[in-house]
């Protein structure tokens, strides 16, 4: 853990406000906000530059922010070390100011045991740039795992109700009762109806021919009814069982609406979009094709507008990435064999903080989706907001024009579908527990990673 530094006048984000001011880290935790509105701010803040091993002051213009908290990983260890690993990403992520991290299960082997679990653990303890935590998956016969994993030190339960990467689909009824009914416990789903996308794929190869399938054919197979379908189910059961459901990576307007309202009825209900939903729809589909062939199937610009509008509003809990790399030379293959999945979470801060230059919400309303509200939701001890007393997980950002390209893309795979988009924005620091793990935006070779701690009840 670092010593003290003082981050001297600039733009605090935090609680719905901007406010001019200056921020010691002593310890590892936020020590002191001065406010710039105080009285006696120039003494206050000369006090603090005294007692501080680093100042920062060079901040005209630039924005403090809490660091990113994503809910939603694929960082590819063990198993397909080759695409990614914790070590890898998480570099990725800090130096696109994502500070924590719940990574998925769906690994080789598999996390669907305490052991398995804590094997990833000791690595990123030992590896990690980041904050981290796991989820535990579920199958359709690991009920005793899933009660013995102890919630106030995992995100969550990670259940697949339709398949995807690692073959995780949990479709016996009995299992899922179970799993739905288990107290105390946060269930994360992924919503596909599996029978309606084997019938929707039945149907494209029939008219198109396995070697022929258009990626424009994705949101098709993969279509928003097995979306709706299989969300659907999955808030009747939370709602019969009286569940912490967190719906992943919702990517339709049907969707959104039914959450919005189940909600009303049940505030344990909750749901999560991420970035690429907002920034691309499927008219991309013929400029990239398997680039951003991912699930659930990015969709129609009406779904693009109604995921906007739904981060604009509030009416989801968290903005994350289900950042899943895979080799460049996979995605080329063509629709039956290119694997679902991207990497965004080294770009993730920044094509927010564009589409809130493009007015699609606010930069306060970036800070909350991305930070405040995963930490209530989550319920994570001390982290997502700048507040004395709590970690300095904390991110400058800058107006510094600049350009994606394979030079500056960190994740392992090497690739992005962002390639030669010019961002606003760019993310030149950042701390982990108050360590600066980012400095003039590279890595400085610092990690003082935690595992996320959890209040379940």
């Known amino acids: 853990m670092a010593g003290s530094t003082l981050i001297r006048d600039i733009r605090i984000v935090s609680e719905g406000s901007i406010r001019e001011g200056s921020v010691l880290i002593e310890n590892g935790l936020i020590s002191k906000i001065i406010l710039r509105s105080e009285p006696g701010y120039t003494d206050k803040v ?113 259940v697949f109700m339709g398949s995807s990467t690692g073959n995780m689909l949990v479709d016996s009824q009995e299992a899922l009762e179970a799993i739905f009914s288990l107290p105390g416990r946060l269930i994360a789903t992924h919503c596909e109806d599996e029978a309606t996308i084997r019938a929707n794929l039945t149907a494209a190869r029939t008219r198109y021919g396995d070697d022929a399938i258009p990626f424009s054919a994705h949101p098709l197979i993969r279509s928003r009814e097995a979306c709706l379908l299989s969300s659907s189910k999955a808030v009747e059961m939370a709602m019969k069982h009286g569940t912490r459901l967190h719906v992943l990576h919702v990517s339709t307007a049907d969707e959104l609406s039914m959450l919005c309202e189940a909600r009303r009825t049940h505030p ?142 960190a994740c392992r795979c090497g690739w992005s579908p962002l390639e030669g988009q010019t961002f606003d924005w760019a993310v030149t620091d950042t701390f982990t527990n108050g360590t600066p793990v980012v400095r003039n935006g590279r890595l400085t070779g610092l990690r003082s990673p935690s595992r996320l701690e959890f209040h379940p009840s």
């Open 46 to 158: 000369r006090q603090a530059e005294a007692s501080a091993g680093e100042v920062i002051g060079d901040n005209e213009g630039a924005l403090l922010l809490p660091g990113v908290i994503d809910d939603q990983v694929h960082f590819r260890e063990p198993g397909a070390t080759a695409k990614g690993c914790i070590a890898s990403e998480s570099a990725a992520a800090v130096l696109g100011g994502t500070t924590s991290f719940m990574d998925m299960p769906n690994n080789n082997p598999p996390a669907t045991t305490l052991e398995a679990l804590e094997e990833k653990y000791s690595t990123a303890a030992r590896d990690s740039y980041a904050n981290y935590s796991f989820y535990i998956g579920a199958t359709n016969d690991n009920i005793g795992e899933l009660r013995r994993a102890d919630p106030g030190r995992i995100c969550g339960i990670k």
């Open 268 to 409: 344990g209900i909750s749901s999560e979009v991420c970035v690429h939903y907002m920034w691309f729809d499927d008219r991309d589909y013929d400029r990239y094709g398997s680039l951003i062939k991912c699930n659930p199937a990015i969709k129609t610009p009406a779904d693009r507008e109604a995921v906007t509008a739904a981060v604009r509003e509030g009416q989801v809990q968290a903005v994350a990435t289900d950042h899943a790399p895979h080799l460049y030379a996979e995605k080329m293959q063509d629709y039956l064999h290119a694997p679902s999945g991207l990497p965004t979470i080294q770009h993730s801060l920044v094509m927010m903080l564009q589409l809130a230059e493009r007015g699609c919400f606010p930069i306060e309303q970036v800070v909350r989706m991305m930070s405040h509200s995963p930490a209530d939701l989550f319920r994570i001890d001390r982290r997502g907001y700048i507040r004395e007393g709590w970690w300095a997980d904390l991110v400058i950002v800058r107006r510094r024009p600049w350009t994606v390209s394979k030079d500056n893309i």
